[in-house]
């Protein structure tokens, strides 16, 4: 099959059997899914369509306000829906498609998602941050119900009716009173184009679609809100689903990165002696500081990259046949909480209300505490990958990339090609959640492929995944309370110090002298919403401490939620109140209040100071409880949690996990509760056992020994839910990210109740565990 903007093959699987109860062949299912949908000719004309509606339209907005690039319907009575955001694991797709078939009164398992790939989608922004139900959602929704308008105007002219005589149901329209007389979309529109105008303003997270169009009424929804079967769960499951790992484009060569031992080390000389003698050995790319191998086979390309340069060498400036200028530009690993303190970037306040070096005059007692949590990584299980074929005229990637049109931009500034001549063709990627290698790679092929000018496919090593995507950074924090004589809470004060978590700097791109991204700042998301009447919250920094930072999952809230929760705990513990008592006393927000309620119903939560008044414990086991919540950008969560704390060895196990989570209006509820087991348990990993190692030099844990994650024996026994405000009429704020802040803080809370003691960095390894406990 050749795709149609280069002339480069895609390979697409032949055989038609069928997928048990989908009642589709093989085939078919490939092309519903979206993992294989590489050319125009797989979808027929509608991805044409789609296609022309964004090629010929001179800006984004203009080509959005095409009703043509966001549905295709299609002869079969299929429709294909086509949107800028991806399927990142947690069941976008099948939610989307969800939405549009409300609108349209059309089957969901009939309609067809085209994801992400820059000629046939519409800009509608990166696919991160819990952003694309509330900000896609809607849009996709109007461009739905723009559709049905259409439909039933070409119906009206079918029948010779008014179309307010006409009804549209199941896919199809037919007259009102008369339900014989009906006939499907397929028919109606014949094997044409739409060719209607909608309206569209603003871009990507602000893009406004047919706002005058009428929409359904939700108390009569029938799709949305039902636990749809997600359609890229079988294609998982049987193993059919085309990641970007899996994809091969005919005449690739494979290429390898060779990376310096120091984080910031300049290429001094490379001896591409012996290279030569590597069957398939095809050349060495230098660019700059950019070192990289291309071979006819990925195993040649291994060996050469190999011989080069192995960034496992233990020491030494030169590592292989690459000699590198020295590099000793990371902090001391005990000593990065410091160099964040001192990072310079911005002070901004995020709450300030009452007075509260005043109130501090009057207090009895001051309680204090810092928090401290490390760089983690992403740590994808699938490293990064992607496909260049770049020659002068344009540039084709295909790429499972979670911003698949900024990457499109990205890749033109870095090239100087036009960004019309550049398409990025996006798949699912094996790992994602951030901004991990999955841009970086793209950057890497590129220079690689303009290099030998044939396609390249760049695979990183897990050396290279460790090593080189973004980390989360590091991020150190101060709280005090004020208490009175009476044990009242007069005053809070919450100081984060907060490196960037925005950078998007192009590691090949910077390393070839031609920067594309931005060096930049972000902090994530941060909220406060206690009530105490002297509070001092703010945060410092944004600056850069040594290795790249970018997002890494609830960027900055995970951290500063866990603080601020624990502290919360420690001003309970220090009344001697409850702790869901303590919090209730203190909010006025009616959602935390009652997200904490709910939670506290489902758990079958019982009054009592933590730490006091409990059962004996049984064989050296402490079991105690934890609660936390949190608001990330209007999606609220409260997480109650009992761990099981081994004294002899410090061990820590989460046993029961109950979340309540109030996202308005939930589209899948079987996604949802997906999507929050997941959050549960990578936060839980992230909690336990993941912390970045370092030297000066370079990251050291570079693989699994050095980087544990959550084993399959250390999953909860139960992860329990309840959706609160899930009904009709509520906005969608989304539960992409949310139910990760809270786990931190739940753990140390409960670890607290078990023993007594307060962990105040993460991960609560079992040896620091047990070294507090001494």
């Known amino acids: 099959m050749k795709h149609d903007s280069s002339t480069a093959a895609v390979s697409e699987p032949s055989s038609d059997e069928t997928l048990g109860d989908l009642g589709q062949s093989r085939r078919h299912f490939l092309k519903a899914s979206g993992g294989l949908v590489l050319g125009f000719s797989l979808m027929g004309s509608g991805v044409a369509w789609a296609a022309e ?20 319907v299609h002869p079969d009575n299929t429709v294909t829906l086509f949107t800028g955001k991806v399927e990142v694991g947690n069941g976008n797709e099948t939610s989307l498609a969800q939405i549009a078939a409300e609108e349209l009164y059309f089957p969901v398992d009939q309609l067809i998602v085209v994801m992400g790939s820059t000629d046939k989608t519409i800009d509608q922004g990166p696919t991160y941050g819990s952003r694309t139900i509330p900000y896609a959602g809607p849009q996709i929704r109007h461009a739905a119900a723009a559709g049905r308008q259409a439909l039933l105007s070409l119906g009206a002219k079918h029948f010779k009716l008014p179309a307010h005589q006409l009804a549209t149901q199941n896919g199809s329209v037919s007259v009102i009173g008369d339900p014989a007389k009906k006939i499907s979309y397929g028919e109606l529109v014949d094997g044409h184009r739409f060719d209607v105008e909608i309206g569209a303003s603003g871009n990507s997270f602000g893009l406004e679609i047919a706002p005058d169009t009428t929409l359904k009424n939700q108390t009569h929804y029938s799709i949305v809100g039902k636990s749809v079967p997600r359609k890229d769960i079988p294609g998982k499951m049987f193993a059919q689903y085309s990641y970007i790992q899996d994809i091969k484009v005919d005449g690739m060569l494979h290429g390898r990165v060779v990376r310096p031992y120091g984080v910031g080390a300049k290429l001094v000389d490379v001896d591409e002696s012996g290279l030569k003698d590597i069957p398939g050995f095809v050349q060495v790319v230098r660019e700059g500081n950019f070192l990289g191998v291309v071979a006819k086979t990925e195993w040649a390309a291994i060996k050469a990259a190999s011989r080069l340069g192995s960034t496992l060498h233990p020491k030494g400036r030169k590592a292989g046949q690459a000699t590198w200028s020295d590099a000793n530009t990371l902090p001391d690993q005990d000593k990065v909480w410091d160099t964040v303190r001192k990072t310079s970037g911005k002070d901004v306040s995020v709450a300030s209300n009452g007075a509260y070096s005043m109130a501090a005059n009057y207090a009895a007692r001051t309680i204090k505490a810092t928090y401290q949590t490390p760089f983690q990584m992403h740590a994808s299980i699938g490293p990064s990958c992607a496909i260049a074929d770049v020659n002068s005229e344009r540039a084709i990637f295909w790429a499972g ?9 990205d890749m033109a500034k870095m090239l100087d090609v036009p960004e019309d001549k550049v398409t990025v063709h996006w798949h699912g990627a094996s ?12 950057a890497d092929a590129a220079v690689m492929s ?8 760049v695979q990183w090593m897990r050396w290279d995944e460790h090593g080189w995507e973004p980390k989360g950074p590091p991020i150190a924090q101060d709280l005090e309370g004020l208490i009175d004589e009476d044990g009242k809470v007069i005053g809070w004060r919450h100081h984060m110090w907060v490196p960037t978590t925005g950078n998007t700097n192009l590691i090949a791109a910077d390393l070839i002298g031609h920067p594309v991204g931005d060096e930049g700042a972000g902090r994530g998301s941060i909220s406060y919403a206690y009530t105490f009447q002297n509070a001092d919250v703010s945060y410092h920094g944004e600056g850069r401490v040594g290795v790249i930072t970018a997002w890494l999952r609830s960027p900055a809230q995970f951290e500063t939620t866990f603080a601020m929760e624990a502290f919360i705990d420690e001003l309970a513990a220090d009344g001697q109140i409850d702790p869901l008592t303590f919090r209730l006393q203190n909010l006025e927000d009616a959602r935390a209040i009652g997200v904490l309620q709910a939670a506290a119903e489902k758990y079958g939560w019982t009054t009592r100071a933590s730490n006091q008044d409990k059962a004996e414990e049984k064989d050296g086991q402490a079991i105690g409880r934890g609660i936390a919540w949190v608001n990330r950008d209007d999606s609220y969560v409260a997480t109650i949690a009992d761990i099981v704390v081994d004294r002899e060895s410090g061990q820590i196990t989460v046993k029961r996990v109950v979340v309540a989570h109030d996202c308005g209006l939930v589209v899948n509820p079987d ?6 087991e997941g959050n549960i348990i990578q936060s839980l990993s992230r909690t336990l056992h993941e912390e970045v190692t370092f030297d000066n030099a370079h990251i050291t844990s570079r693989d699994w020994v050095g980087y544990p994650i959550l084993r399959f024996n250390e999953i909860p026994d139960s992860i329990e839910m ?3 405000n899930d009904t009709p009429g509520r906005k969608m704020t989304g539960g992409g990210e949310p139910s990760t802040c809270p786990t931190a803080a739940v753990v140390s809370n409960a670890l607290y109740d078990a023993i007594g ?3 105040r960095q993460t991960p609560f390894r079992a040896d620091r565990v047990k070294k507090a406990m001494a």
Do not use: C
């Open 53 to 72: 509606s964004i090629a010929t339209g001179k800006t984004n907005k203009n080509a959005a306000a095409q009703l043509d690039a966001w549905l295709a």
């Open 401 to 409: 990339t979670q911003m698949p049109h900024q990457a499109r931009r």
């Open 431 to 442: 790992g994602a959640y951030g901004r991990n290698g999955l841009e970086h790679v793209i």
């Open 450 to 457: 303009r290099a030998v000018g044939k396609p390249v496919r």
């Open 671 to 676: 996604a949802l509760k997906n999507q929050i």
């Open 722 to 724: 309840v959706f609160v």
């Open 757 to 759: 003691v307060r962990m």
